[in-house]
C-alpha cells in the first residue's frame, strides 16, 4: 500500500479546523505525518490558536508536526514541509479546503494507479455556489479553481520529482502561479500529470470589497512566468489570458487625458477621457451582467473596475522591472 503525508500551509484562519477535521474523518488508510506549516508573518496575537486546531485531528495528532516560516509565502511554506516529510507521496492541502468523506482511500487508489512517469496526482475540485441567485464576482472567481490545472488546493507530488526541480520557486510570494510553475517544470524534465478521482470541497470564503483589487498583484507573477517559461506559458499552462492589455489600455487612456488636460490641450484630453471612460464602463458591465445586480454587488463592481486597470499595469509592470534579469528555468537546469 502506497504510503503518504500530508502537508497544508496555514495563517491560521477560521477555515483550518474545518479542513483538519475533514482530513481526520476520511475513510481510507491514514497518512503516515501531517505537517502544518505555521506561515503567519507574526505568531504572537494567538500563540495558542495552532494548539487548539490540532485538537481536531484526534488520532491523527500523534503523526502531525509543525513548522514555522515566519511569512515567506507558501511556495516557501510548502517546501518546508516537504522538507520535513519522508513518504514517497506528498499530498498538498490549502487550510480552506474539505476533503471528501472517502479521500484517503481515494487518494492512496489514484496514487497506486500512478504510472512511474507521473510525478503528481490533481484532486477535484467542487466549489459550492448559492442556488437561489446568480454567483456574485468574487464567488465566480472561486468557482474557476475548479477549472483550473495544477492547483495545490489538493496536489498530490513524488517527493522524488519535486527534489529532482527543486521544489516550488520561492520567488512566488503569493498564492498564485507557483503551481502553474512547478508543473511546467515537472513536465520539460519528462514527468506526467494527471487528474485523480478523489473529490474535495473548496467553500467561497468571505472577503473585503478591495478583495479583488489585491489580486492584481498577481500579475506580477505572471511577469516572472514570462521570464522563466517564455511567452508562450499561457497556452503551456492552460491558463486564461486575463484582460491585462485591455486594463493597459484603459490606464493609459486615463494618464493620456490627465497629461493633456494638464497641458492645456483639451479636445485630445476629452477625447482620450471618453475612451478611458468606455473601456472601464465596459470592464464593469462584464462583470455586473453575471452577478446577482443588488445594491451593494453593483456598487462594488463599479468602484473597483476603477481601481483595477491601474492596479493590474502597475503590478505588471513593477513585476517586469523586478525580474528582468531572471533567467528561463531550462537554463537554470542546465
Known amino acids: 500500500m502506497t504510503s503518504y503525508a500530508v502537508v497544508v500551509p496555514t495563517l491560521l484562519r477560521d477555515t483550518l479546523a474545518d479542513c483538519l477535521a475533514a482530513l481526520a474523518a476520511a475513510r481510507g488508510p491514514r497518512p503516515g505525518e501531517i505537517v502544518l506549516v505555521d506561515d503567519r508573518p507574526d505568531p504572537d496575537p494567538a500563540p495558542d490558536a495552532l494548539a487548539h486546531a490540532l485538537t481536531v485531528l484526534g488520532d491523527l495528532r500523534e503523526r502531525t508536526t509543525t513548522v514555522a516560516t515566519g511569512g515567506r509565502g507558501p511556495a516557501a511554506a510548502r517546501n518546508a514541509g516537504l522538507r520535513a516529510v519522508?513518504?514517497?507521496w506528498v499530498a498538498f492541502l490549502d487550510d480552506d479546503v474539505q476533503v471528501g468523506p472517502h479521500w484517503c482511500?481515494?487518494?492512496?487508489?489514484?496514487?497506486?494507479?500512478?504510472?512511474?512517469?507521473?510525478?503528481g496526482v490533481q484532486g477535484v475540485i467542487t466549489v459550492p455556489l448559492p442556488g437561489e441567485r446568480r454567483p456574485t464576482d468574487w464567488e465566480r472567481g472561486t468557482a474557476g479553481l475548479t477549472r483550473a490545472r495544477w492547483i495545490t488546493a489538493d496536489m498530490a507530488y513524488r517527493t522524488e520529482a519535486l527534489m529532482e526541480v527543486g521544489g516550488f520557486d520561492e520567488r512566488f510570494p503569493r498564492a498564485f502561479r507557483e503551481d502553474a510553475d512547478l508543473a511546467l517544470r515537472l513536465l520539460d524534465a519528462g514527468w506526467r500529470i494527471r487528474k485523480g478521482r478523489r473529490t474535495t470541497l473548496h467553500p467561497v470564503r468571505s472577503a473585503s470589497r478591495w478583495a479583488s483589487v489585491g489580486q492584481?498583484?498577481?500579475?506580477?507573477d505572471d511577469a516572472l512566468m514570462r521570464r522563466l517559461h517564455g511567452p508562450g506559458?499561457?497556452?503551456k499552462a492552460v491558463a486564461p489570458r486575463g484582460r491585462i492589455r485591455r486594463h493597459a489600455a484603459i490606464t493609459a487612456a486615463g494618464a493620456a487625458a490627465c497629461a493633456l488636460a494638464a497641458a492645456g490641450h483639451r479636445r485630445a484630453a476629452t477625447a482620450c477621457a471618453l475612451g478611458w471612460a468606455a473601456g472601464t464602463a465596459e470592464f464593469a458591465r462584464a462583470r455586473i451582467v453575471p452577478g446577482p445586480r443588488?445594491?451593494?454587488?453593483?456598487t462594488t463592481m463599479l468602484a473597483t473596475s476603477v481601481v483595477?486597470?491601474?492596479?493590474a499595469t502597475w503590478h505588471r509592470l513593477a513585476g517586469a522591472w523586478r525580474h528582468r534579469n531572471a533567467p528561463a528555468w531550462?537554463?537554470?537546469?542546465?
Not at 487518494?107 to 510525478?119: C, G, K, R
Not at 443588488?294 to 453593483?298: C, H, L, S, Y
Open 216 to 220: 492584481q498583484r498577481g500579475n506580477a
Open 294 to 298: 443588488t445594491r451593494d454587488e453593483v
Open 86 to 88: 519522508s513518504a514517497p
Open 105 to 119: 482511500a481515494q487518494l492512496v487508489q489514484d496514487l497506486e494507479e500512478a504510472t512511474p512517469d507521473t510525478a
Open 330 to 334: 531550462q537554463e537554470v537546469a542546465r
Open 233 to 235: 506559458w499561457w497556452d
Open 308 to 311: 483595477i486597470p491601474p492596479a
